[in-house]
């Protein structure tokens, strides 16, 4: 008895431990940044940290040279890239020689017009949560066609009424041709948010509908499997 009642207690520690561990993961919101600059010398950097900045991932390049490398609470490590595997053409027609062919629906005979509405919203709510909170850009631009630098004046003054908020400067060049300046972005994305998003999606009516009818047609052909099978025994 008192064995059961330690395996219980310990079982009750370490699922509120896991608990625990999710919530964190969850709430907790990464962290993304990106600077870079093109003058001279092309250069830019990623960086993605969570657990307030106690882990990190960095992405580095500079004058044509990628390098990275994580930070776990002070720990450094550098990440080296291997070669990666190709695949064949040979192998691959092999793979599609010996696949089965699937008997699943096409999934865009599910597309209609409720189920492409509520995607469409929720990928709006998806873009207005992971938009950077801070975005500056000084660039100096000039295309060989002097349209297209024309145009590009067009398109700064529409930037300057919508993203009023962002330090946006784009400086046009009708002489030479060229593309230089630099930016600098940032912003969070929180978990918890984005699984609310997919789980509205989800549980959404129209798509609701879909995969429910999928469901009990899978669920009544594996009944009949089974029927079959028990018929067969006896």
Request: proline fraction near 3%.
């Amino acid at each position: 008895m008192l064995v059961l009642t330690v395996l219980g207690y310990l079982f009750i520690y370490v699922l509120s431990i896991l608990l625990a561990v999710l919530l964190v993961i969850l709430l907790i919101p990464f962290q993304y940044y990106f600077t870079g600059e093109k003058m001279e010398k092309e250069w830019f950097k990623v960086s993605v940290a969570w657990l307030f900045g106690g882990i990190r991932f960095n992405i580095y390049y500079n004058s044509g040279k990628l390098s990275s490398n994580i930070r776990i609470l002070g720990i450094h490590k550098s990440i080296e890239k291997g070669p990666g595997k190709k695949d064949t053409d040979e192998n691959k027609d092999k793979e599609q020689e010996n696949g089965k062919k699937s008997k699943n629906k096409n999934p865009y005979s599910y597309l209609n017009y409720e189920v492409m509405e509520k995607g469409f919203q929720c990928i709006l709510k998806l873009l207005n949560h992971c938009k950077p909170r801070r975005f500056v850009l000084k660039a100096r631009a000039g295309f060989e066609d002097p349209m297209y630098t024309g145009l590009l004046c067009g398109i700064q003054g529409i930037w300057s009424a919508i993203l009023d908020k962002y330090d946006i400067h784009l400086q046009p060049d009708f002489e030479d041709e060229e593309i230089k300046g630099s930016l600098s972005t940032g912003g969070s994305i929180q978990l918890f948010y984005l699984l609310l998003v997919v789980m509205e999606f989800v549980l959404a009516r129209p798509v609701r509908s879909i995969w429910l009818k999928n469901l009990n047609i899978k669920i009544k052909r594996r009944l009949k499997t089974w029927q079959t099978l028990i018929l067969k025994r006896t």
